[in-house]
């Protein structure tokens, strides 16, 4: 599965990149960039092409991540991303929400770059741990830190991995392929000169990766 984020500030352009790379991407991700720039009606035109994440990294107490949560699915928004070491009572709140929407529910266990190692390296497991307990459907790791993601599929062996990182962020596709169930680009398809093949491409090499 290729997951496109797409981190635009320009509603025709995130059209235009979307149109040009559909036969090749699963789902958008939308994360705060285009949202604010654009409006959250933003979420309903794509999610009329394509399925859509929403990545509001949400971390706020309970009743306010409902809100959030609410907002994303009611804006036609298939699934949303919250951070996890808010802990338990939070991914409960987003899980009651996403349930009436037949929603789907992903939390990131550690972020891609280097300075997550300093605190929320320390609880991914925990993290994963607890996402599992609570149902929900899958979790974001990072594919700049392999060990990490091998070490979260050992815990939730049954979750739904995707995995930011690779291209811009240099992690390596051969790396985690075999550990993830998805891929999560952005500007490597969205600034290539040809986005559609650098879709096309990404994709291949993904599902090839996966199989060696
Ligand atoms: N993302 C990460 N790392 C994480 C979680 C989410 O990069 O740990 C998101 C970014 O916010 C961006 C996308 O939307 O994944 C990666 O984009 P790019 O680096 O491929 O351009």
């Given at each position: ?6 981190d635009l ?15 090749f ?9 285009i ?6 009606e933003i979420?309903?035109e794509?999610?009329?092409i ?17 809100l959030?949560?609410?907002i994303a699915f009611?804006n036609?928004?298939n699934?949303?991303i919250s ?8 991914l409960e709140e ?7 929407y037949?929603?789907k529910?992903?939390v ?8 997550a ?13 607890i ?5 929900c459907h899958?979790?974001i790791?990072?594919a ?12 939730a ?20 392929a075999k ?9 490597s ?5 040809n986005?559609k ?8 090499e993904f599902?090839?990766a996966?199989?060696t």
């Amino acid at each position: 599965m290729l997951v496109l984020a797409l981190d635009l500030t320009s509603r025709e352009k995130a059209l235009e990149i979307v149109e040009k790379t559909r036969d090749f991407v699963d789902a958008v991700k939308v994360n705060y960039p285009i949202v604010l720039s654009c409006g959250i009606e933003i979420v309903k035109e794509l999610s009329e092409i394509k399925r859509v994440i929403a990545d509001f990294k949400i971390a706020d107490i309970p009743y306010t991540s409902s809100l959030i949560a609410e907002i994303a699915f009611k804006n036609g928004a298939n699934a949303v991303i919250s951070h996890g070491f808010v802990g338990r009572d939070v991914l409960e709140e987003i899980m009651k929400v996403a349930e009436n929407y037949d929603g789907k529910v992903y939390v990131v266990t550690e972020l891609t770059n280097e300075g997550a190692r300093e605190f929320m390296g320390q609880f991914a497991r925990k993290i994963a741990e607890i996402a599992k307990e609570v149902g929900c459907h899958g979790l974001i790791a990072p594919a700049t830190k392999p060990e990490r993601v091998r070490e979260v599929r050992e815990v939730a062996k049954n979750l739904e991995i995707l995995s930011p990182g690779i291209g811009a962020q240099k992690g390596k596709l051969e790396e985690i392929a075999k550990y993830v169930d998805g891929i999560i680009v952005g500007r490597s398809i969205y600034n290539a000169d040809n986005p559609k093949e650098a879709a096309r491409k990404i994709k291949e090499e993904f599902e090839k990766a996966k199989l060696t």
